[in-house]
Each structure stands twice: as structure tokens, then as C-alpha cells.
């Protein structure tokens, strides 16, 4: 394997593939593999030590379609001691009581396999009621947050800070 980053996503709307393409771009396509799971599954996900995973939350703090489809799946992937880091696109304002839900339910279904979580990022500057990807003080989400209804004008710089972020935590 010539690229030690797999980058797994689902995206319906187009927003979470923007956003792992944005990524893609800060950390080099030399580094990233990137899988839409839609198309690929999650079949290749135990072939990386460092792995990316990409999920909106939709309506009230449900999973994306595709990450639904397949998450039973992740329960039989090999990640133990594999070093991942998530994202999540939500709508703070819309959906305020789940604001990017499914990126914590799939942090901790990671976490449970056994993979090593990095790039949390801080909760300031959002505006919510609740989230499933707070830590429990609650001062970071588990991963890096977006809003593209919201806050679209804070996305480039966001992807490119934690980007530098997670490259740190991946010892690369």
C-alpha cells in the first residue's frame, strides 16, 4: 500500500465529499486513499493504520443512509490499534438538540473496536443545545465539526487547521 490514510465518507447531499476533498487537499492525495462507501463499502478499512471517516448527521441525530446501510459492518472490521480520526457535518441551528450526533456515535464505535481517536476539536464558536460528540467535559468535539448551513464561511480554514491537526496525530 503505497497511501497510509484510507478517508471513508457517505455523503448525500454532496457536502461531506466536499469536505473530505478539502482534506484530501490540505493533507496531499499522495498521503489519502479516499472511498466514497456508498460505491466501496467499507471493505478496504483494515488495509490502513490511519484511517478518516467522514458522516453527516441527518434529521433528528440519525446516522447518513450510507453509514446506516453499513454499520453493522464495522462491528467484524479489524481496527484495533489503528490510529482514525472522524468528521461531521450538522446543522447547529436546524437540528440544535442533535447537532452532529452521528459523528459521535461513530467515534465511539471506533473507539470501542479498539482504534486510537485523535483530532478532537474545541466546541467554541458553535452554537447548539445538544451533541452525542462532545467529550464528556464537553469542552471539544470528537472530531472536526461543520456546519455548512450555518457557518460555510468558517469551513476552509477549520479543515485546513485540523487537517495540520490530525497529519500530528497520525505521527506523519
Known amino acids: 500500500m503505497t497511501k497510509p ?5 457517505g455523503s448525500t447531499t454532496g ?20 472511498i466514497d462507501i456508498a460505491a466501496d463499502g ?10 478518516i471517516l467522514g458522516i453527516p448527521t441527518w434529521d433528528f441525530g440519525e446516522l447518513q443512509e450510507d453509514w446506516a446501510d453499513l454499520w453493522d459492518v464495522l462491528d467484524a472490521v479489524h481496527v484495533e490499534g489503528k490510529t482514525c480520526a472522524v468528521f461531521g457535518l450538522g446543522d447547529q441551528i436546524g437540528y440544535a438538540e442533535w447537532f452532529l ?11 470501542e473496536r479498539g482504534a486510537v481517536m485523535v483530532g478532537y476539536w474545541s466546541a467554541d464558536g458553535y452554537d447548539f ?37 490530525v ?3 497520525f505521527g506523519l
Open 5 to 9: 490514510i484510507g478517508l471513508f465518507y
Open 15 to 34: 457536502n461531506t465529499e466536499t469536505v473530505a476533498e478539502q482534506i484530501i487537499e490540505q493533507i496531499g492525495s499522495d498521503k489519502i486513499h479516499h
Open 42 to 51: 467499507l471493505d478496504g478499512l483494515s488495509e490502513y493504520e490511519h484511517l
Open 101 to 111: 450526533d452521528a459523528m459521535g456515535l461513530l467515534h465511539d464505535k471506533m473507539q
Open 129 to 165: 443545545e445538544a451533541s452525542k460528540a462532545l467529550t464528556e467535559d464537553q469542552s471539544q468535539f470528537v472530531g472536526l465539526a461543520i456546519d455548512e448551513d450555518c457557518q460555510r464561511s468558517e469551513t476552509e480554514e477549520r479543515v485546513a487547521r485540523w487537517s495540520q491537526q
Open 167 to 169: 497529519v500530528k496525530g
